[in-house]
């Protein structure tokens, strides 16, 4: 058995139990009536519940990332603590070690914390200082002389011939290749967890605040998607990943529960309250596509980096070299998106824009008819599609013409769609009054984003054989959506299923 393992599961755990009594302590008096306080009661709740996150990634694993966490938790409370027996915190204020025993208790549950965390970096100074070479000081002439290494008494490697050596990447190359795709990954994945907290601390303050048991547990949502989007900031350790999935995971099946057996008594009906509930669910499932992609992306961003080391060398043809760049070219149609939202919220509508002369009604019904033709076009494609890939059992391999008609087809569609796009935009901007302006915002927007997304696949060649289908299926897809919304409400006298 390792023994260096012992002291450190001890502090572990030790450190685990002191973070989540002061928790509990911070959840008692959060029940027991300061919930009712102004700004104190959220900040209470916050507090045990960032405690009870740290607190429980502790079990498992305890990186530097981690017990920086905890040292934060101590220190904010321990100065909240000062502050309101002295200056006063958000005018609230207390008197001594009041109220009894939660303040002592509190007080020796972060003085412990901070005690174990100091003794944790004493020790891990004292082992690093032992394990650190001599490297030969102190021998004195007529010494004898060390023994020769492992480096020094191996062979030579025979030389190889240009055609046979092959340079193998370093993990400092490696790790250098990861750090930019992993950065990117890191901070989507704290914005994606960011604004699903932000919902569900919105709506908590909103009302939810006063549904039995729902109300803590957005708060909880809220405050641990906060505490595990901070952390990602700095550091994105296996256990951080597993606590953004453990989050969005929970808040699906909460999602899921809430809308057909109910969550403890509570219920709610379809995509309500908009539009924070579509809202919310677009952030948790950004979230697991992230942490799916995680590892292939960074997987890939090695390979290219080899592929690349390998064509300096000459030794072989570049192959894999743009991977890591096709990877990067993603981040176009997420700008695509990002932008067109942006705009949408930021202009001022203007409703009496025209649609080639036809304002009002008249625009609204125009659009409403080319909106269908549109989609009449997609399905087109997504028939001509199916027939390309040989999913159509009884056609024959489609000539080269289908193919030249599907992109024909396919440049009609954009073209057709952009003086719609135009008049949406400006017209009514992006909007969230209700679930149906939301979706159809939100879509109207996506849907570029996804056209940028599948003409770099098809211009780019190196993508998977399951890249173009999928990208074509979602454009397909989005059009179905913003035809479902809006042409097809308006035509059947501003009614929809479910919207």
Same mark, same amino acid.
Request: aromatic share 8%.
């Given at each position: 058995m390792n023994t260096r393992s012992l002291p450190a599961l001890a502090l572990r755990l030790a450190l685990a139990a002191t973070l989540a009594a002061s928790g509990y302590i911070h959840a008692q008096l959060y029940i027991d009536g300061y919930r009712s306080v102004h700004v104190i009661g959220p900040m209470f709740l916050l507090q045990a519940s960032t405690a009870f996150a740290v607190a429980a990634l502790l079990l498992l694993a305890a990186p530097l990332i981690l017990r920086?966490?905890?040292?934060?938790?101590?220190?904010?409370?321990?100065?909240?603590?000062?502050?309101?027996?002295?200056?006063?915190?958000?005018?609230?204020?207390?008197?001594?070690?009041?109220?009894?025993?939660?303040? $002592?208790?509190? $007080?020796?549950?972060?003085? $412990?914390?901070?005690?174990?965390?100091?003794?944790?970096?004493?020790?891990?100074?004292?082992?690093?200082?032992?394990?650190?070479?001599?490297g030969g000081q102190g021998r004195h002439e007529g010494d004898p002389a060390p023994p020769p290494s492992v480096s020094q008494t191996r062979p030579e490697p025979l030389p190889q011939s240009a055609g046979h050596a092959r340079p193998v990447i370093g993990s400092a190359d490696a790790e250098s290749a990861r750090r930019l795709p992993a950065l990117a990954l890191r901070l989507a994945l704290a914005a994606t967890l960011a604004a699903s907290g932000y919902i569900h601390a919105q709506l908590y303050i909103d009302g939810y605040r006063l549904v039995h048991v729902i109300g803590p547990m957005f708060l909880l949502q809220a405050s641990t998607a906060f505490a595990v989007a901070a952390l990602l900031l700095l550091a994105a350790p296996l256990i951080l990943r597993i606590a953004a999935a453990a989050i969005a995971l929970c808040t699906l099946i909460g999602f899921a529960a809430s809308r057909t057996t109910g969550l403890f008594g509570f219920s709610e009906n379809g995509l309500q309250p908009a539009p924070q509930a579509l809202l919310s669910l677009i952030a948790e499932t950004l979230t697991l596509l992230i942490l799916v992609a995680w590892k292939p992306l960074l997987t890939a961003a090695v390979k290219s980096r080899a592929a690349a080391a390998e064509h300096v060398a000459g030794l072989?043809?570049?192959?894999?070299?743009?991977?890591?760049?096709?990877?990067?070219?993603?981040?176009?149609?997420?700008? +695509? +998106?990002?932008?067109?939202?942006? %705009?949408?919220? +930021?202009?001022?509508?203007? %409703?009496?824009?025209?649609?080639?002369?036809?304002?009002?009604?008249?625009?609204?019904?125009?659009?409403?008819?080319?909106g269908s033709a549109l989609l009449g076009l997609a399905l087109i494609q997504l028939v001509l599609a199916l027939w390309i890939y040989g999913r159509l059992p009884a056609l024959q391999t489609a000539p080269h013409r289908v193919r030249t008609t599907h992109r024909l087809i396919g440049l009609t569609a954009f073209l057709l769609s952009l003086p719609i796009a135009r008049h949406c935009i400006t017209a009514y901007g992006v909007q969230f009054t209700d679930t149906r302006v939301a979706l159809h915002s939100l879509t109207g927007c996506f849907l570029y984003g996804a056209f940028v997304a599948k003409v770099i696949v098809v211009r780019h060649r190196r993508w998977p054989r399951w890249a173009l289908p999928l990208a074509g299926g979602t454009l397909v897809t989005a059009i179905a959506l913003i035809w479902y919304a809006a042409p097809l409400w308006y035509l059947n006298g501003l009614q929809a299923p479910g919207l």
């Amino acid at each position: 058995m390792n023994t260096r393992s012992l002291p450190a599961l001890a502090l572990r755990l030790a450190l685990a139990a002191t973070l989540a009594a002061s928790g509990y302590i911070h959840a008692q008096l959060y029940i027991d009536g300061y919930r009712s306080v102004h700004v104190i009661g959220p900040m209470f709740l916050l507090q045990a519940s960032t405690a009870f996150a740290v607190a429980a990634l502790l079990l498992l694993a305890a990186p530097l990332i981690l017990r920086t966490a905890a040292a934060a938790i101590a220190l904010c409370t321990l100065i909240g603590f000062a502050a309101s027996r002295t200056t006063g915190l958000f005018g609230f204020s207390e008197n001594g070690l009041q109220p009894a025993p939660q303040a $002592l208790l509190s $007080l020796i549950a972060e003085t $412990l914390t901070l005690l174990i965390l100091a003794i944790w970096q004493a020790s891990e100074a004292r082992r690093h200082r032992r394990a650190r070479p001599t490297g030969g000081q102190g021998r004195h002439e007529g010494d004898p002389a060390p023994p020769p290494s492992v480096s020094q008494t191996r062979p030579e490697p025979l030389p190889q011939s240009a055609g046979h050596a092959r340079p193998v990447i370093g993990s400092a190359d490696a790790e250098s290749a990861r750090r930019l795709p992993a950065l990117a990954l890191r901070l989507a994945l704290a914005a994606t967890l960011a604004a699903s907290g932000y919902i569900h601390a919105q709506l908590y303050i909103d009302g939810y605040r006063l549904v039995h048991v729902i109300g803590p547990m957005f708060l909880l949502q809220a405050s641990t998607a906060f505490a595990v989007a901070a952390l990602l900031l700095l550091a994105a350790p296996l256990i951080l990943r597993i606590a953004a999935a453990a989050i969005a995971l929970c808040t699906l099946i909460g999602f899921a529960a809430s809308r057909t057996t109910g969550l403890f008594g509570f219920s709610e009906n379809g995509l309500q309250p908009a539009p924070q509930a579509l809202l919310s669910l677009i952030a948790e499932t950004l979230t697991l596509l992230i942490l799916v992609a995680w590892k292939p992306l960074l997987t890939a961003a090695v390979k290219s980096r080899a592929a690349a080391a390998e064509h300096v060398a000459g030794l072989t043809p570049l192959a894999g070299h743009r991977r890591l760049h096709n990877v990067l070219w993603l981040l176009l149609p997420v700008a +695509v +998106v990002a932008g067109l939202l942006w %705009y949408g919220r +930021v202009h001022t509508p203007d %409703y009496e824009t025209s649609l080639f002369g036809n304002r009002g009604p008249d625009a609204q019904l125009l659009k409403a008819q080319l909106g269908s033709a549109l989609l009449g076009l997609a399905l087109i494609q997504l028939v001509l599609a199916l027939w390309i890939y040989g999913r159509l059992p009884a056609l024959q391999t489609a000539p080269h013409r289908v193919r030249t008609t599907h992109r024909l087809i396919g440049l009609t569609a954009f073209l057709l769609s952009l003086p719609i796009a135009r008049h949406c935009i400006t017209a009514y901007g992006v909007q969230f009054t209700d679930t149906r302006v939301a979706l159809h915002s939100l879509t109207g927007c996506f849907l570029y984003g996804a056209f940028v997304a599948k003409v770099i696949v098809v211009r780019h060649r190196r993508w998977p054989r399951w890249a173009l289908p999928l990208a074509g299926g979602t454009l397909v897809t989005a059009i179905a959506l913003i035809w479902y919304a809006a042409p097809l409400w308006y035509l059947n006298g501003l009614q929809a299923p479910g919207l």
